[in-house]
């Protein structure tokens, strides 16, 4: 991904090659739970791309000298201030179409790992163009899938497409539990997997050059492989190894000692 | 690859499945004495989708192509054994599909799901077309209790009268259920042919029906006498059938035999338990299936243990 990506790349890449549900895996609880029919699958999509752009751009432009410990809490917080104003209309009006299912799992689209992950992973680390592209077009992969799955949800569990009765003459209700949600996005993801070209052919990291530096002391969310130390050990979920090894002595655990390690 | 099924390969697979196929000749008969030619066609139907499936998978994933599978076969049999007679064709045929395409084939086939596939079609079944899967009104006529079946009778807390002649009914599986499972005397029978071939196979199946009288034993769901309580519960639905034929699965079965016995026994307390608190007339596909998912946790326990552990582990442990 260079200075001049294009968004059919940028598209490519975060909508299918890193599909925020079928290949990142996160954002799975709401779509399994939620999405059962496809009005539902619309308006948690739509929450979620709304929520996922306007925090990478906060986070873009105001978060990157933060310490990542503030910024994690700063996400909610902007994704509560986004999602509140929805959940306050759907009690106004008491949506009947919408289930109650629907109005638990909205807010916890405000935490939802797919923003957790794009803003860690792209948005504090890049320019502004490519946190839009980013968040932009994983929103739009995440989409994809959320509209399927409703549909295909509702019209196998409930014979009705957006409401509309379709009289098929066999409904599985199986589908509008999360078990057949979670095996509709299994084969999804197999087949997503079967026909995209192999990963080792793909270029997957941002150029260093777009990356800028972090404060020193912290350290990122999810670690790849590449990242270990040189003496083969990693900051696991941004924990240096000495502190964690300083944690667990004040709690009565040594790992160097003998007894400590057959404790 | 589930431990049970690492030193099987596809001729022992074919010896193995042929033995159950065998057996399955006996519930297939039943259902024919009692229910007449729709049985048949039943298990016709459940057969050819679950075969057909299979090679369809096998075009799809560019394998070859898998005809006249004996596993595929056996799913097939299995799942239209344990549905009424009068079920519509499409509710074996979509549990065939299901176990075939969702939980036997993307797992590498037979010898490497961790579950058994016919018990996942039957509960797959259950969930989808309950109002039909324990619907038994239709087809047996002169049984015992007319078109009521032990389990809604064991399920509504009815007690029941168990005279000597009603035994002789409820155990031949002249009562309302499953086609195929009914009779339990055909069942004791099954497990003896399977004594003889596989005895280790039926250590599982031992503790599991301990468990579940150890469980009638505490937990009655009638104000009845143990007997009746023992002869309703264990002669009702499946639980018989599937002791016979799904706990005793090579595949999903541990290799040890104290594994075995857990096995068997956790899987008659979650079958019991769910009698006793869930919704379902017949849950022991789903009790199955639990037990599948529990079994690497189970076996990775009982091996930390010094006792039942690997030797070369007990020498480690003497040598600290």
């Known amino acids: 991904m260079n200075n001049s990506i294009s968004f059919i790349d940028a598209l490519k890449k975060g909508a299918v090659r890193y599909n925020p549900v079928l290949v990142q895996l996160v954002g799975l609880c709401p779509v399994i739970a939620a999405s059962t029919t496809f009005i539902q699958a619309v308006i948690l999509s739509a929450a979620m791309c709304a929520e996922l752009l306007v925090i990478s751009v906060i986070a873009n432009v105001l978060m990157k000298n933060l310490p990542r410990w503030i910024r994690m809490p700063l996400y909610l917080l902007v994704g509560l201030a986004i999602v509140c104003p929805v959940l306050y209309w759907f009690e106004a009006y008491s949506l009947s179409g919408i289930s109650l299912g629907m109005k638990i799992y909205l807010p916890l689209t405000a935490i939802n790992s797919v923003v957790a992950v794009h803003c860690e992973q792209v948005a504090v680390k890049s320019d502004l163009k490519l946190t839009v592209y980013d968040a932009a077009a994983s929103g739009i992969g995440g989409t994809a899938i959320f509209l399927l799955t409703g549909a295909v949800r509702e019209i196998l569990g409930y014979s009705t497409f957006a409401g509309v009765r379709l009289n098929l003459p066999v409904t599985l209700k199986g589908m509008t539990l999360p078990f057949g949600c979670l095996i509709f996005l299994g084969f999804l993801a197999a087949g997503l997997k079967k026909i995209l070209p192999s990963a080792e052919n793909v270029q997957t990291e941002i150029p260093s050059d777009k990356i800028k530096e972090e404060p020193q002391a912290e350290t990122a969310d999810i670690v790849p492989e590449e990242e270990h130390k040189a003496d083969g050990t990693a900051d696991v979920f941004g924990i240096d190894e000495n502190e964690l090894e300083d944690f667990l002595k004040t709690v009565g655990i040594d790992l160097n000692s003998e007894e400590g390690s057959a404790q | ?320």
């Open chain 2, 1 to 320: 690859m589930a431990n049970g099924a690492e030193k099987l390969n596809k001729s022992s697979t074919r010896s193995i499945y042929g033995d159950y196929l065998l057996m399955l000749t006996v519930p297939c008969f039943t259902a024919y004495w009692y229910y007449g030619v729709r049985s048949l066609l039943v298990v016709a139907a459940s057969v050819a989708s679950a075969v057909i499936t299979d090679m369809l998978a096998g075009i799809v994933i560019n394998k070859k192509i898998n005809t006249g599978d004996p596993g595929s076969i056996f799913t097939g049999a299995a799942i239209a054994m344990m549905m009424p007679s009068g079920i519509p064709y499409y509710v074996p045929v979509f549990a065939s599909v299901f176990a075939v395409a969702v939980v036997k084939v993307p797992f590498g086939g037979s010898l490497k799901a961790p579950f058994v596939p016919a018990a996942a079609g039957f509960a797959f079944a259950s969930v989808c077309f309950s109002d039909k899967v324990f619907d038994y009104t239709a087809g047996l006529r002169g049984s015992l209790f007319g078109a009521t079946s032990l389990g809604s009778m064991l399920m509504s807390g009815r007690a029941v009268y168990i005279g000597e002649s009603s035994v002789y009914d409820i155990v031949g599986g002249n009562v309302a259920g499953p086609m195929g499972t009914g009779c339990a005397l055909l069942m004791v029978a099954c497990a003896f042919y399977l004594l003889i071939r596989r005895p280790k196979a039926l250590v599982s199946s031992v503790s599991f029906i301990a468990v579940c009288v150890l469980m009638v034993a505490l937990f009655p769901r009638v104000t009845a006498s143990f007997r009746t309580n023992l002869v309703s519960e264990l002669c009702s639905g499946s639980l018989l059938f599937a002791a016979v034929f799904f706990v005793t699965d090579p595949v999903t079965q541990p290799e040890k035999i104290i594994n075995k016995i857990i096995y068997g026994a956790v899987c008659g307390a979650i079958c019991m338990a769910m009698r006793l608190l869930g919704a379902y007339e017949e849950p022991v596909c789903f009790a199955v299936l639990l037990a599948n998912a529990f079994r690497p946790i189970l076996d990775s326990a009982i091996n930390n243990i010094p006792q039942f552990g690997k030797k070369a582990s007990r020498k480690e442990v003497r040598a600290e």
